[in-house]
C-alpha cells in the first residue's frame, strides 16, 4: 500500500469515541484507549510524504449498536448507574456514520480528526500545537 514500497498510497480511517475528549470516571480504560486512538492516529499521520498512506480518525458519539444495547462497563461498581450514564446521550443510527467516514475518506486532510453525534452533526476537531496553548507559571 505504501509509495515507499511501490504501492500507491491510500487512506487509513481510525474509530475513537467521543469518549477521546473525556474524563469519565466510571470508564477510565475505555477512555484512555480512545485518547491512544487519537494519538495512534496523529503520529501515523506524520508518515504521509513517505508512505502517501493518509491516516484520519472518527469520533462518534453514542451510537445504535449491539455494543450499547449490552453494555457492561466492569469498571462501574453499579450497572444501573451505567446505564443510566448511556442513557444520557441520544442515540445515532450505525448508517449515519458511515455516510460520514465515507466523506471523512474523500474531504478530510490527512490526520484529520472528525467526530459526528445527534448533538452536533459532523466537526472537525482541532488539536493546538501545544508549544502555544499553555500559560507559564
Given at each position: 500500500?505504501?509509495?515507499?514500497?511501490?504501492?500507491?498510497?491510500?487512506?487509513?480511517?481510525?474509530?475513537?469515541?467521543?469518549?477521546?475528549?473525556?474524563?469519565?470516571?466510571?470508564?477510565?480504560?475505555?477512555?484512555?484507549?480512545?485518547?491512544?486512538?487519537?494519538?495512534?492516529?496523529?503520529?501515523?499521520?506524520?508518515?504521509?510524504?513517505t508512505t502517501g498512506i493518509?491516516?484520519?480518525?472518527?469520533?462518534?458519539?453514542?451510537?445504535?449498536?449491539?455494543?450499547?444495547?449490552?453494555?457492561?462497563?466492569?469498571?462501574?461498581?453499579?450497572?444501573?448507574?451505567?446505564?443510566?450514564?448511556?442513557?444520557?446521550?441520544?442515540?445515532?443510527?450505525?448508517?449515519?456514520?458511515?455516510?460520514?467516514?465515507?466523506?471523512?475518506?474523500?474531504?478530510?486532510?490527512?490526520?484529520?480528526?472528525?467526530?459526528?453525534?445527534?448533538?452536533?452533526?459532523?466537526?472537525?476537531?482541532?488539536?493546538?500545537?501545544?508549544?502555544?496553548?499553555?500559560?507559564?507559571?
Open positions: 500500500m505504501g509509495k515507499h514500497k511501490g504501492g500507491n498510497g491510500g487512506v487509513v480511517i481510525n474509530i475513537a469515541s467521543i469518549a477521546a475528549f473525556e474524563a469519565y470516571e466510571h470508564a477510565p480504560v475505555y477512555a484512555a484507549t480512545k485518547h491512544a486512538v487519537i494519538g495512534f492516529t496523529r503520529g501515523i499521520a506524520l508518515n504521509y510524504e493518509a491516516t484520519k480518525v472518527m469520533c462518534p458519539g453514542a451510537t445504535d449498536t449491539s455494543f450499547i444495547s449490552k453494555i457492561r462497563f466492569s469498571e462501574w461498581a453499579n450497572q444501573e448507574e451505567a446505564l443510566s450514564f448511556i442513557d444520557k446521550f441520544p442515540l445515532q443510527r450505525p448508517e449515519i456514520i458511515g455516510k460520514e467516514i465515507m466523506r471523512l475518506i474523500e474531504e478530510a486532510t490527512n490526520g484529520a480528526i472528525w467526530s459526528t453525534s445527534l448533538e452536533t452533526s459532523t466537526i472537525s476537531l482541532n488539536i493546538p500545537d501545544f508549544t502555544t496553548w499553555g500559560t507559564p507559571v
